[in-house]
T-cell receptor, first 114, second 111 residues
């Protein structure tokens, strides 16, 4: 009965590879997000989708491409991985106007680029 | 601009009160939140306060909001070792938009 789930939990890969992280929410929310937490624990928004449409795209390299096949899923594909992409990536979802706009977070995916 | 500031570390003894402070710059924030992150884990919403409130109490947690100074604080009474974690202050300008997080305060509780 997990609310927001992400796979994989850990991802170790070589520089230059392409990888994907998947996110699914079973809360029926319309809005989903990807946040990045760097090695200093700083959290920043990367993307936001509302009902499968891109709403926010912060200054993220275009090697990062989010894809939302339906409103319950928001996947993150990363091309040509670089050392600086090593971080923990969190997916979240919310339903605007409901329950004090709480965002529910997934457990995170720890990406390590060697 | 949008910026949320927090002190990075706080160390207390078990049983003491902890106070974690946060300042934000955007006065149009609708809600302000405190999230907790335990080591290796995700983010858990601890509490929130609506921008038209100045205080909220929830068991051992007290949130104070000073809109004039754009200052938010979280007080944890009777701090326990299980409270050791990183605490993030966050603001949300409007529903459906991203949270803007502070840099997090690492709370260390010693017995």
């Amino acid at each position: 009965d997990t609310a927001v789930s992400q796979t994989p939990k850990y991802l170790v890969t070589q520089m230059g590879n392409d990888k994907s992280i998947k996110c699914e929410q079973n809360l029926g929310h319309d809005t989903m997000y990807w946040y990045k937490q760097d090695s200093k624990k700083f959290l920043k928004i990367m993307f936001s989708y509302n009902n499968k449409e891109l709403i926010i795209n912060e200054t993220v390299p275009n090697r990062f491409s989010p894809k939302s096949p339906d409103k319950a899923h928001l996947n993150l594909h990363i091309n040509s991985l670089e050392l600086g992409d090593s971080a923990v990536y969190f997916c979240a979802s919310s339903e605007p106007g409901v329950s004090y706009n709480e965002q529910f977070f997934g457990p995170g995916t720890r990406l390590t680029v060697l | 601009g949008e910026d949320v500031e927090q002190s990075l570390f706080l160390s207390v003894r078990e049983g003491d009160s902890s106070v974690i402070n946060c300042t934000y710059t955007d006065s149009s924030s609708t809600y302000l939140y405190w999230y907790k992150q335990e080591p290796g884990a995700g983010l858990q919403l601890l509490t929130y306060i609506f921008s038209n409130m100045d205080m909220k109490q929830d068991q051992r947690l007290t949130v104070l909001l000073n809109k004039k100074d754009k200052h938010l604080s979280l007080r944890i009474a009777d701090t326990q070792t299980g409270d050791s974690a990183i605490y993030f202050c966050a603001e949300n300008l409007q529903a459906g938009t991203a949270l803007i997080f502070g840099k997090g305060t690492t709370l260390s509780v010693s017995s």
